[in-house]
């Protein structure tokens, strides 16, 4: 079992600033994948960014060279730094701890972005 509990969400306006970050507990497993989804209303979850054990990571088309996936594997942490944020941004952001068949999801935190 893997436990994820995020922080950081809140509202920002446009051009603004936010970083979310996920704790991960219990049977941390390598290889993983550690992610960023969200889910905004009315629409599915997307994929926001991915960082594999490995290094490597992965990256929406819409977010790419604004947000930054950074992950710490000693303190189990994934981060999410997003910047130049759009009102587009605005979703319901989970964080996703991926290895084999087996998925587990954070509670979500909101982030907004509006004027």
């Known amino acids: 079992q893997v436990q994820l509990v995020e922080s950081g969400g809140g509202l920002a306006q446009p051009g603004g600033s936010l970083r979310l970050s996920c704790v991960a507990s219990g049977s941390i497993l390598s290889p993983n994948t550690m992610a960023w989804y969200r889910q905004a209303p009315g629409k599915k979850r997307e994929l926001v960014a991915a960082?594999?054990?490995?290094?490597?990571?992965n990256y929406a088309a819409s977010v790419k060279g604004r947000f930054t996936i950074s992950r710490d594997n000693t303190k189990k942490v994934v981060s999410l730094q997003m910047d130049s944020l759009k009102p587009d941004d605005t979703a319901i952001y989970y964080c996703?701890?991926?290895?084999?068949?087996?998925?587990?999801w954070g509670q979500g935190t909101q982030v907004t972005v509006s004027v």
């Open positions: 996703n701890f991926n290895r084999g068949c087996r998925s587990y």
């Open positions: 960082m594999h054990s490995d290094g490597s990571t």
